[in-house]
């Protein structure tokens, strides 16, 4: 199984400022025969069910705000919040869809300082 | 609107079964793989079962092979999780989710039906 690791388990930044999430897969979730990373990202909100923000690593969903941005190839990937909103306070996930079984990282658990 | 509504939770002791339905609306159920994702409470997702579009596809993760079956009624755009020989460590919120069409992609999910396992 691809085992994923984010980082940090918290953080709390203040409004307007950056947020930075890592997250690092066990082995490489870049499939060479089409280029594209297979790896998400999901927002859960408290009491509310997990949200698609990214895929292909880089792709934003429909209706996400593009202060949203996903990064990074192979085994390393970055969810940035260029500006932090009340809104975004969250867990977020990382998960691969390279193969099954579908695993996530174990969240980031994002707050306002 | 995409919709997808889950039902069947509830409180059930060990070793007892329960069959989870998720009725989907606002989209071709047809053209999409649909999947089981389960969290236990204060814990992270983990994920549970695809079935692909057409049905002919099946997959589960190690922890519920052979206790849990996944069926989908295209007819009445209903997916199931029939779950059997239930534990304590299946506690959790599970929640039906659709794939993007063509991927793994977990792109709409319902707001879950809590399972609570315990004598």
């Known amino acids: 199984d691809i085992v994923m690791t984010q980082s940090p388990d918290s953080l709390a930044v203040s409004l307007g400022e950056r947020a930075t999430i890592d997250c690092k897969s066990s082995?490489?979730?870049?499939?060479?025969?089409?280029?594209?990373?297979?790896l998400a990202w999901y927002q859960q909100k408290p009491g509310q069910p997990p949200k698609l923000l990214i895929y292909w690593a880089s792709t934003r969903d429909s209706g996400v705000p593009d202060r949203f941005s996903g990064s990074g190839s192979g085994t390393d990937f970055t969810l940035t919040i260029s500006s932090l909103q009340a809104e975004d306070v969250a867990v977020y996930y990382c998960q691969q869809y390279l193969n099954t079984p579908l695993t996530f990282g174990g969240g980031t658990k994002v707050e306002i300082k | 609107e995409v919709q997808l509504v889950e039902s069947g939770g509830g409180l059930i002791q060990p070793g007892g079964s329960l069959r989870l339905s998720c009725a989907a609306s606002g989209f071709t159920f047809s053209r999409h793989g649909m999947h089981w994702v389960r969290q236990a409470p204060g814990k992270g997702l983990v994920w549970v079962s695809r079935i692909n579009d057409d049905g002919s596809s099946i997959i589960y993760a190690d922890s519920v092979k052979g206790r849990f079956t996944i069926s989908r009624d295209t007819g009445r755009n209903i997916l199931y999780l029939q779950m059997n020989g239930l534990r304590d460590e299946d506690t959790a919120v599970y929640y039906c989710?659709?794939?993007?069409?063509?991927?793994?992609?977990?792109?709409?999910w319902g707001q879950g039906t809590m399972v609570t396992v315990s004598s």
């Open positions: 989710v659709r794939a993007l069409a063509g991927t793994k992609v977990l792109d709409f």
């Open positions: 082995q490489s979730v870049l499939y060479r025969s089409n280029n594209q990373n297979y």
